[in-house]
């Protein structure tokens, strides 16, 4: 076996320019899979990694009722804390887009979140300069402002900071008391925190009247299952509110469904990469042909002296695997070294999928196999009389 291999190599060798450009196309589709594999992998681990860093105790429930607007009061999310086991913490939130112009011209888009007091624990954020919104506030039109608003404020030339006063809907004025840090977007909670105005629910309620807490944000407790507990609340609510949708949200589906969804985009870029390496097969399968011809007078004389048919099918299949795996070797070097500047360009985390190497050689060796099989089939058929006489 050892001597095959070594035969096949030095032949291999000795067509250099057209075994280099079958390599070539293995090279090229091996490592457009290997890439995009563990490209694919990279990307749904980071985005679960994210979605675990908000935590997998979060359960988000949106009412929506056209003939029965009603949203939630602090004390009915406070019952609703108290009735449904498994309930660490609770708050109700709303939220309207706002369009600001700090200096009359530049024009910034925010969300005005009004909320119940528990917000800022449940959403799991924290004031970084000034101080948090206080029950003694009541209605008075004070606001937390997100970090990336602070931001905008300053690129239009202006500060905004505790104390800063803004103009509010219809001529009211905001002012700002807080700053929060920075905060990762929850798709749960459907807010951009850091470009948002967070005030209490009574001086929401003031500002937007037509505007209700339509949505209700749930730590559970550590002992508590997440889902268990988004369906005792969506029940209770449905019971509570019969002529809303109500439709409730835990962390842990979110991430189950994120998983199975880039599980089925990395099998898609798979399968596209593998288009290349199928077209690489064709160049391997070309040369194979190429090589059957011009050694026909070979392989008459091997048969003459008591070559069987397996024996020369073994010759052009060790070849034409060797010439695969060779360039599936090379190609999977590539690959990870492409994912791995792609995941460094990108600021994630690098992390070699466990099926990335073994997936390689194996791809590689089947398409040696697929692609040199009908060469070598062609060679052992050849007459060993008219192959002797071919020049």
């Known amino acids: 076996m050892i001597r095959l291999v070594r035969d096949s190599f030095r032949n291999l060798v000795g067509n250099k320019q057209r075994s280099l450009l079958a390599l070539l196309g293995i090279v090229i589709g091996t490592a457009s899979v290997i890439a995009m594999v563990n490209i694919g992998s990279i990307v749904r681990n980071e985005a679960l990694r994210q979605f675990e860093a908000m935590g997998t105790d979060l359960v988000t429930i949106s009412m929506q009722s056209a003939s029965d607007p009603r949203g939630l009061s602090e004390r009915e999310v406070d019952e609703l804390a108290a009735r449904v086991p498994g309930i660490a913490t609770a708050t109700a939130y709303g939220s309207r887009t706002l369009e ?45 402002a997100g970090e990336e608003l602070v931001r905008q ?11 800063s006063k803004i103009d509010g809907p219809d001529g009211s004025i905001v002012t ?7 905060a990762s977007f929850n798709p749960l909670l459907g807010l951009d925190l850091n470009k948002s105005l967070l005030l209490s629910a009574a001086a929401f309620a003031r500002l937007m009247p037509e505007s209700v807490l339509a949505s209700v944000a749930i730590r559970a407790a ?26 409730a949200r835990s962390a842990e589906q979110l991430i189950e469904q994120m998983a199975n969804q880039m599980r089925l985009y990395t099998l898609l ?24 011809t011009e050694r026909r007078r070979e392989i008459g004389i091997r048969m003459a002296i008591g070559a069987r048919r397996r024996s020369i099918v073994s010759m052009f299949l060790t070849e034409a695997i060797c010439l695969s795996l ?7 070097l590539i690959g990870i070294g492409t994912a791995h500047t792609a995941s460094s360009l990108a600021g994630w985390t690098f992390q070699l999928a466990p099926s990335a190497i073994p997936f390689g050689a194996g791809v590689s060796a089947a398409v040696g196999i697929v692609f040199g099989y009908l060469p070598a089939r062609q060679a052992s058929r050849v007459d060993p009389i008219q192959a002797l006489r071919y020049e």
Request: proline share 4%.
């Open 153 to 163: 404020w300053r690129r239009a030339g202006l500060e905004l900071g505790p104390g």
């Open 100 to 144: 600001m112009t700090p200096d009359g011209r530049t024009q910034i888009w925010a969300s005005m979140i009004g909320s119940t007091s528990q917000f800022m624990r449940v959403a799991e954020v924290a004031v970084v300069r000034g101080r948090a919104l206080s029950a003694l506030d009541g209605p008075e039109l004070y606001a937390i």
């Open 269 to 292: 870029l798979g399968a596209i990469g593998g288009i290349s390496l199928v077209v690489g097969g064709v160049g391997v399968m070309n040369v194979m042909l190429v090589a059957v």
């Open 326 to 332: 060779t360039g599936g070797l090379i190609g999977t």
């Open 176 to 182: 700002i008391v807080g700053i929060l840090g920075t």
């Open 222 to 247: 550590d002992e508590a299952d997440p889902r268990e507990v988004a369906r005792a609340t969506e029940a209770r609510l449905r019971a509570t509110y019969p002529g809303q949708t109500i439709q």
